[in-house]
T-cell receptor, first 115, second 114 residues
Framework: NAGVTQTPKFQVLKTGQSMTLQCAQD?????MSWYRQDPGMGLRLIHY???????DQGEVPNGYNVSRSTTEDFPLRLLSAAPSQTSVYFC??????????????FGEGSRLTVL | AQSVAQPEDQVNVAEGNPLTVKCTYS??????LFWYVQYPNRGLQFLLK??????LVKGSYGFEAEFNKSQTSFHLKKPSALVSDSALYFC????????????FGSGTKLNVKP
């Protein structure tokens, strides 16, 4: 079982560069989300999606774009990277909330450094 | 504003002793409550959740958590700690009125010494 797969695991960018963090899940989950993890701050929600074609903002959406064209994939785009976006990024998915299952399944994380 | 507090950055306990990792929250309504564990260089793993019913919920690896509505707390407990329990633990809350959002605490590092 692959679960939630994130690529790349590590990336170094220069300020102003753009990149996309990829996230794919093979569990047919309707709900997918992106978090960033910073020391002493826990995880903060960036964007989330409740199904293909539907996305919404979380706590810290500025500087990030998302789209959901398929159930499996939920890429996170940084259009113009800034040093403040240096962080570890996690993708997480969940069954439809209609079942009230609730718990999130996380990828292994992508460590991004912006110089 | 919604918030989740884990007042201890670090908890140290000897192997075989009971452990408690504290969590309090400020989220309106009766939110859903979760605990996750993170091992080094890995993603978070689900431990347990409280949706409704008994205030004491049991989860994976012998962990349990006690929900206290009046104190808005959801403390994680284990009767006998193992060295392998050493990890970073996160409390998370999901509001019932918008259960597509999760709010995480800042994490507590649990150190279990032999």
């Amino acid at each position: 079982n692959a679960g939630v797969t994130q690529t790349p695991k590590f990336q170094v960018l220069k300020t102003g560069q753009s990149m996309t963090l990829q996230c794919a899940q093979d569990m047919n989950h309707e709900y997918m989300s992106w978090y960033r993890q910073d020391p002493g701050m826990g995880l903060r929600l960036i964007h989330y999606s409740v199904g293909a074609g539907i996305t919404d903002q979380g706590e810290v959406p500025n500087g990030y774009n998302v789209s959901r064209s398929t159930t499996e994939d939920f890429p996170l785009r940084l259009l113009s990277a800034a040093p403040s976006q240096t962080s570890v990024y996690f993708c997480a998915s969940s069954y439809s909330r209609r079942t009230l299952t609730g718990e999130l399944f996380f990828g292994e994380g992508s460590r991004l450094t912006v110089l | 504003a919604q918030s989740v507090a884990q007042p201890e950055d670090q908890v140290n306990v000897a192997e075989g002793n009971p452990l408690t990792v504290k969590c309090t929250y400020s989220v309106s309504g009766n939110p859903y409550l979760f605990w996750y564990v993170q091992y080094p260089n890995r993603g978070l793993q689900f431990l347990l959740k409280y949706i409704t019913g008994d205030n004491l919920v049991k989860g994976s690896y012998g962990f349990e958590a006690e929900f206290n509505k009046s104190q808005t707390s959801f403390h994680l407990k284990k009767p006998s700690a193992l060295v392998s329990d050493s990890a970073l633990y996160f409390c998370a809350v999901s509001p019932r009125y918008n259960f597509n959002k999760f709010y995480f605490g800042s994490g507590t590092k649990l150190n279990v010494k032999p």
